[in-house]
T-cell receptor, first 114, second 115 residues
Framework: KAGVTQTPRYLIKTRGQQVTLSCSPISGHRSVSWYQQTPGQGLQFLFEYFSETQRNKGNFPGRFSGRQFSNSRSEMNVSTLELGDSALYLC?????????????FGPGTRLLVL | AQKITQTQPGMFVQEKEAVTLDCTYDTSDPSYGLFWYKQPSSGEMIFLIYQGSYDQQNATEGRYSLNFQKARKSANLVISASQLGDSAMYFCAIQSNFGNEKLTFGTGTRLTIIP
């Protein structure tokens, strides 16, 4: 099975712009979660989508949004970019079996905001 | 709220030796899962091993084993016979089976294997 894929892998934007990141989950996985990783804050949960609905949300401002399509692919959007949004954005897909849910991550998108 | 504490920012280990990476956690949820991930310099988070809070036995996956001590809220990762390719950041994480948050990660341990 192919793993989680994320595009683009690298991105450079300037303050005030917006950006859209894409994530394709492992075939059969219906849950997609997004995480932000920065040197200062570490890994933080952004949100989770399941069956095209946002199911969980972390503590991020409304500039961060996402959506999920019927094929489970997900996009994350950040509007009005700030310097502090520079980070590695990781997408993970998961499959629940009983009480066990393991998240498998993609390679990430490195975003640099200038 | 959940919390993961990894007290070892960095470790140096001789190749072929075993290494233990420490992880303690805090949660008020009765049912949860504990995870270890490896992050090489490329950035991808690679799933290594899972331990459920109700699992009676310690989890093992090849050279990886998890030393789970529930009463002490400890979930240390043991890597046997370390290899140069094991050099990476290692993250411990917890996920409640009831809460709204997904994975909560620790700050990680940078492991360097010395030839």
């Amino acid at each position: 099975k192919a793993g989680v894929t994320q595009t683009p892998r690298y991105l450079i934007k300037t303050r005030g712009q917006q950006v859209t990141l894409s994530c394709s989950p492992i075939s059969g996985h219906r849950s997609v979660s997004w995480y932000q990783q920065t040197p200062g804050q570490g890994l933080q949960f952004l949100f989770e989508y399941f069956s095209e609905t946002q199911r969980n949300k972390g503590n991020f401002p409304g500039r961060f949004s996402g959506r999920q399509f019927s094929n489970s692919r997900s996009e994350m959007n950040v509007s009005t970019l700030e310097l502090g949004d520079s980070a590695l954005y990781l997408c993970a897909s998961s499959l629940v079996t009983g009480t066990k849910e393991t998240q498998y991550f993609g390679p990430g998108t490195r975003l640099l905001v200038l | 709220a959940q919390k993961i504490t990894q007290t070892q920012p960095g470790m140096f280990v001789q190749e072929k030796e075993a290494v233990t990476l420490d992880c303690t956690y805090d949660t008020s949820d009765p049912s949860y899962g504990l995870f270890w991930y490896k992050q090489p310099s490329s950035g991808e988070m690679i799933f290594l091993i899972y331990q459920g809070s109700y699992d009676q036995q310690n989890a093992t996956e090849g050279r990886y084993s998890l030393n789970f001590q529930k009463a002490r809220k400890s979930a240390n990762l043991v890597i046997s016979a370390s290899q140069l390719g094991d050099s990476a950041m290692y993250f411990c994480a917890i996920q409640s089976n009831f809460g709204n948050e997904k994975l909560t990660f620790g700050t990680g341990t940078r492991l360097t294997i010395i030839p």
